[in-house]
């Protein structure tokens, strides 16, 4: 016991404010939104004992929901690649070893930053619309523009241009992964007269993979977590038809707009499961093709 307190002792110490708030302040609130999805409750009246009503209903009855998860996993299978391309091309433009590189690492950052605000949401539908400054500049090159935000078939795609955007999180910690390559591998390569491309594929990713596979299930969290901007730009309602019903914006209205908060609870704890079920894919895929350097044979 006191060699395992003397090991570990410091990690605990540093993990005691993150454990006094998950017990103190989280812990709470997560059991009574469990007990709350077995109820009907509309948060005037007392919590009234459904079973699994609400969720019988929302399996069998609730189309909304379906459409919601289709908007939800089309997002994430588009949003979650496109973002995690984005960031490994700049990564790498960034490892050429450029003067000024912490200006640009600053610039390119900045809009993870911006990105999840309601501005940066009202100036995307702005960009995007009718009027807006996209079509301004087809336009000008003779292209006919569409109205993006308000045709169900393209509104979608307008989000992951805006998720491709915001690219700095995952490009950071890819570069930090990039920097870590021995660079003794590409000399010899390069002795060899592997061409580029080879050497990405041969070299980079491999090497790369725990980079990426944390990546991966960060952004893939944080992707069925979207909210702000599909909220402010279909102005809270999924528009246009139900193209932009993210997941998170009916769980919001349900719970807010209809007052439903125990079907509202049901709703976050089946995203909870879900989240939950991609992780546990995640790290079960991942022992085919993420290897560390301190694995042995």
């Not at 708030?21 to 004992?49: C, E, H």
């Not at 090159?141 to 795609?157: E, K, R």
């Not at 592997?194 to 790369?208: A, D, E, G, V």
Request: proline residues 4%; charged residues 15%; without cysteine.
């Amino acid at each position: 016991m006191r060699r395992f307190i003397a090991r570990n002792a410091p990690a605990y110490a540093f993990l005691t404010p993150w454990l006094l708030g998950f017990f103190l302040l989280a812990l709470g609130p997560i059991l009574a939104s469990l007990y709350l999805s077995f109820t009907r409750y509309d948060m005037v009246n007392a919590p009234k004992w459904v079973g699994l009503a609400n969720y019988e209903y929302m399996f069998t009855r609730d189309r909304r929901f379906w459409k919601a998860l289709n908007v939800t996993f089309t997002y994430v299978a588009l949003a979650v690649p496109a973002r995690l391309i984005m960031a490994l091309g700049v990564a790498m433009l960034l490892d050429k070893g450029l003067r000024t590189i912490g200006l640009y690492r600053a610039i390119f950052y900045l809009p993870s930053l911006l990105g999840a605000s309601i501005a940066i949401a009202i100036l995307w539908r702005q960009l995007f619309a009718a009027d807006g400054v996209v079509n301004a500049v087809l336009g000008y090159f003779g292209i006919q523009g569409a109205a993006w935000i308000t045709n169900p078939d393209t509104s979608l795609y307008t989000l992951v241009v805006l998720a491709m955007w915001q690219f700095g999180s995952p490009m950071l910690i890819f570069l930090a992964g990039l920097r870590g390559i021995p660079k003794d591998l590409y000399e010899a390569a390069e002795i060899d007269g592997t061409p580029k491309w080879r050497q990405f594929t041969r070299i980079t990713l491999p090497l790369l993979a725990p980079v990426i596979f944390f990546n991966l299930v960060l952004q893939t969290i944080e992707a069925f977590k979207t909210f702000s901007s599909a909220f402010i730009i279909s102005n809270g309602t999924g528009a246009p038809a139900d193209s932009l019903l993210f997941y998170t914006v009916y769980l919001f209205n349900e719970a807010f707009k209809f007052f439903r908060m125990g079907y509202a609870s049901a709703l976050a704890w089946v995203l909870l499961i879900i989240i939950a079920i991609f992780t546990a894919i995640s790290f079960l895929t991942s022992k085919y093709w993420v290897h560390y350097e301190n694995e042995r044979d």
